[in-house]
């Protein structure tokens, strides 16, 4: 069996092999990361206009039904008073 001593130099050796990996996967992924956070950064952008565009769309719609609707109430309504007026002219 190895002695202690030796057993600690291989453990040394081993950690300091495998953090020299570390070291070049991270340096590596530094390299790239700029140009992925911005790449990132647009697409989510473009994300938050296009979301902004389709709940303005949307909102518009609605306030179109909303208007349509209102302007069938008050057709309906006169419709209902013209109906009383001929009525009441029939009878005079």
Avoid: G
């Amino acid at each position: 069996m190895p002695s202690s001593e030796t057993i600690l130099l291989a453990t040394i050796n081993r950690l300091s092999e495998r953090l020299s990996d570390a070291k070049k996967y991270f340096k590596h992924i530094a390299k790239d990361a700029p140009k992925k956070i911005k790449k990132e950064w647009e697409l989510f952008q473009e994300e938050v206009l296009s979301e902004a565009d389709r709940i303005e769309e949307n909102s518009n719609h609605e306030a179109d039904t909303v208007q349509t609707t209102k302007k069938d109430e008050l057709q309906d309504k006169i419709t209902s008073i013209r109906e009383i007026l001929s009525k009441l002219s029939s009878q005079i």
